[in-house]
T-cell receptor
Framework: GESVGLHLPTLSVQEGDNSIINCAYSNSASDYFIWYKQESGKGPQFIIDIRSNMDKRQGQRVTVLLNKTVKHLSLQIAATQPGDSAVYFCAENAVTGNQFYFGTGTSLTVIP | KAGVTQTPRYLIKTRGQQVTLSCSPISGHRSVSWYQQTPGQGLQFLFEYFSETQRNKGNFPGRFSGRQFSNSRSEMNVSTLELGDSALYLC??????????????FGEGSRLTVL
């Protein structure tokens, strides 16, 4: 079955530094990926998405990179701020299905 | 536009009981998905409904069921509750026109505790 995993369960960065959160996926048929941010007591919030016909997409302070060769996804957060402290999930959606598979999450802590 | 609304936000049940959770999607969204989130785990897909039809189902036992109404509101039910059912149950809506449902918009979740 599909599996979406994260390399690191926790990540601590200094305020102002860049953060990189990684994610591996196993379903080569997946063609749509989303990064979500979940703050304590809240539901996941959309950050950025990317389709399999792209290898990079940029948003405001965030960049998602997709490497289909090694089935790897990463989220880069520039100039990390205390408000970025949260759990980050990657999710994949296979072209043949309507359900998303989520990773276990990486907890990002920003040190002021 | 109002977001995804889930009720109740918190509830406590005992083993053997059953529970019904409700979700009102964003206006205009026809796809509603349900996920279970437990400590240390990612979100586990339960099922997805589109226009009152279940399109996909995850690997959960038959005690977990759901339905969607004509106004796109959805409910999920868990019967014969077990301690392991304690979790945050998240509902997400999307436009869901095609196979690729697109961005999911999540509610705040219903936190279920089974004693």
């Amino acid at each position: 079955g599909e599996s979406v995993g994260l390399h690191l369960p926790t990540l601590s960065v200094q305020e102002g530094d860049n953060s990189i959160i990684n994610c591996a996926y196993s379903n080569s048929a997946s063609d749509y990926f989303i990064w979500y941010k979940q703050e304590s007591g809240k539901g996941p919030q959309f950050i950025i998405d990317i389709r399999s016909n792209m290898d990079k997409r940029q948003g405001q302070r965030v960049t998602v990179l997709l490497n289909k060769t090694v089935k790897h996804l990463s989220l880069q957060i520039a100039a990390t701020q205390p408000g970025d402290s949260a759990v980050y999930f990657c999710a994949e959606n296979a072209v043949t299905g309507n359900q998303f598979y989520f990773g276990t999450g990486t907890s990002l802590t920003v040190i002021p | 536009k109002a977001g995804v609304t889930q009720t109740p936000r918190y509830l406590i049940k005992t083993r053997g009981q059953q529970v019904t959770l409700s979700c009102s999607p964003i206006s205009g969204h026809r796809s509603v998905s349900w996920y279970q989130q437990t400590p240390g785990q990612g979100l586990q897909f339960l099922f997805e409904y589109f226009s009152e039809t279940q399109r996909n189902k995850g690997n959960f036992p038959g005690r977990f069921s759901g339905r969607q109404f004509s106004n796109s509101r959805s409910e999920m039910n868990v019967s014969t509750l077990e301690l392991g059912d304690s979790a945050l149950y998240l509902c997400a809506s999307s436009e869901g026109q095609g196979l690729n449902t697109g961005e999911l918009f999540f509610g705040e979740g219903s936190r279920l505790t089974v004693l």
